[in-house]
């Protein structure tokens, strides 16, 4: 009894440890009307729900390497660095990002809508810094006009001219002749100057139509994505009343970019520059006056998420190939739902049966042993959210497992017991040697399947990491409940109570 205090002082420290470490993941699960901030704190500090349970998306990518000559190991990895970048700066919690051989990425992102996702993960994010050529375009169409009423393989085709409306102060074309225009500037290629080039802009509605801006550019970038700084988005500003009620994306340039993006801001004074993002024009405004503190930004009718994913992948950089998707696999939220309700259905039918038996077969021993039990599972959870840690359906497996385990523990103290009493010893003495003589033989049957599950857990990938996490904090928790606490217990009440049966 000498420190029974001191064990009994270690035991509710743990307890009160645990709790604290607990109460993130109960608030998060269990809270309502939590706000954006609240959640994303709570997130920090609680265990995470895997794909599985959750729902969510799995993706494996592959660069595209058609055209390029880098080898697709280097271009894998300069992928991988970049969408890992993408999705830190998403928010996604407890996302898995893997390189896999054959120039592969595996990525799953727990609860995300997928189509937002997939655009923020495949958009190649090329931007360019373009001036545009009004002052060309009469010249430039009405080439490609006479390029295509000569010769007898083109004398059908309609003039290019006749494609061309307008659209506001700028010239457009209907969106259901897209295809027949690229098709008829790819034929004409020859005509158009080779340092310059026509793109497109985004898709809008105009007098009731859906058309699309046909910009005449210098094909040679002014600027390109490499030299931004930073990127952010905000709401459009009151002075630019076509983009009212929608959002932007501020751009801020490297120091030696903002002196570059000065010099052509004072050089082409009433021209436009264009903003190009993967070849296409998201904007085009004139240049009014030197622009010296290297910012800009792109408007559209951007909504507040779009311009936000817009400015993630900006601040990642530019994917080095485009990546198309090999394999994709999406779980359902209420698919998640139904795997944690089988989950949890089945640890507490497991945990009823394990209590159940102990209790008639040990008595109060087992009263014992089931508090011990309690307390194994409470200090893995407890454990897991400390680390943020995620749940996977195999890691409730693993929960599971612990649980037959974990009495496994007590099942060799209280046999070694029985054995003790037999032979008529004393209640106190037995308890003693029993603790102490079945000690070797659960250490060492718990470390050696402790390394098993460290192992899996180094080497395995997906749910069997999941398995081997839960699998060996339980084992670790039950060393600490199963043997310390159990004895607390039993040493308490045997000398405060001078008990000198036990009914075991």
């Known amino acids: ?23 993130p993941t109960i608030r998060l699960y269990t809270g309502k009307n939590l706000s954006k901030n609240e959640e994303i704190a709570l997130s920090k500090r609680a265990i995470h729900l895997g794909l599985d ?17 880098e080898m697709p190991q280097d271009l894998r990895d300069r992928a991988f660095e970049i969408i890992q970048n993408r999705i830190d700066e998403f928010g996604v919690y407890e996302p898995v990002i ?20 997939i655009n923020l993960i495949e958009k190649v994010a090329h931007l360019e810094f373009k001036i545009v050529v009004d002052e060309r375009v009469p010249d430039v169409i009405e080439k490609i006009d006479r390029f295509l009423q000569g010769g007898d393989t083109l004398a059908f085709e309609e003039p290019f001219s006749s494609y061309i409306i307008g659209v506001e102060r700028d010239m457009g074309i209907d969106v259901r002749d897209e295809d027949s225009v ?24 105009y007098q009731g139509r859906e058309v699309k801006k046909l910009y005449l550019l210098k094909r040679e970038a002014e600027l390109t994505g490499e030299t931004i700084r930073d990127a952010r988005h905000q709401p459009s500003s009151g002075q630019d009343l076509q983009h009212l009620g929608s959002w932007q994306i501020s751009l801020e340039f490297k120091r030696e970019a903002a002196r570059k993006f000065a010099s052509i801001t004072g050089k082409n004074i009433n021209k436009r520059l264009a903003i190009v993002l993967d070849d296409i024009v998201q904007s085009a405004p004139y240049i009014q006056e030197r622009i010296p503190h290297g910012k800009a930004s792109i408007t559209g009718n951007f909504t507040a998420e779009e311009a936000r994913d817009l400015a993630i992948v900006l601040r990642a950089g530019a994917l ?16 998640g739902r139904d795997s944690i309700i089988s989950g949890i259905r089945a640890v507490l039918i497991a945990s009823a049966l394990v209590i159940l038996f102990m209790l008639i077969y040990y008595s109060l021993a087992g009263f014992v042993a089931n508090i011990a039990l309690f307390l194994n599972f409470f200090f893995l959870i407890a454990v897991l959210s400390a680390f943020s840690a995620s749940l996977t359906m195999p890691g409730i497996a693993g929960i599971a497992l612990t649980i037959g385990m974990a009495v496994d523990a007590n099942v060799l103290i209280f046999e070694r017991i029985r054995e003790e009493l037999k032979i008529g010893k004393t209640t106190r003495t037995a308890i003693d040697q029993g603790f102490g003589r079945a000690w070797i033989t659960i250490f060492d049957s718990n470390v050696t399947t402790i390394i098993i599950g460290v192992i899996l857990f180094i080497f395995g990938s997906g749910p069997i990491k999941g398995f081997a996490l839960t699998l060996t904090i339980g084992l670790v928790a039950n060393l600490f409940s199963a043997v310390f606490i159990s004895k607390v217990i039993f040493n308490y009440f045997t000398y405060k109570f001078d008990i000198h049966t036990l009914r075991i």
């Open 1 to 23: 009894m000498r420190n029974i205090g001191l064990r009994m002082g270690i035991v509710i420290f743990a307890i009160l440890l645990g709790i604290y470490t607990i109460y």
């Open 320 to 335: 080095p190939a485009p990546l198309k998707i090999v394999e994709e696999r999406t779980v359902g939220p209420s698919l």
């Open 53 to 69: 349970l959750k729902g969510g998306m799995h993706l494996v990518l592959e660069i595209d390497t058609t055209n390029i000559k």
């Open 182 to 205: 690229k098709a008829l500037l790819a034929r004409t290629e020859e005509v158009i100057p080779q340092n310059l080039h026509f793109l497109f802009g985004t898709k809008e509605v």
């Open 98 to 117: 893997e390189k896999h051989s054959g120039g592969r990425i595996l990525v799953q992102l727990p609860g995300v809508d997928r189509d937002r996702a």
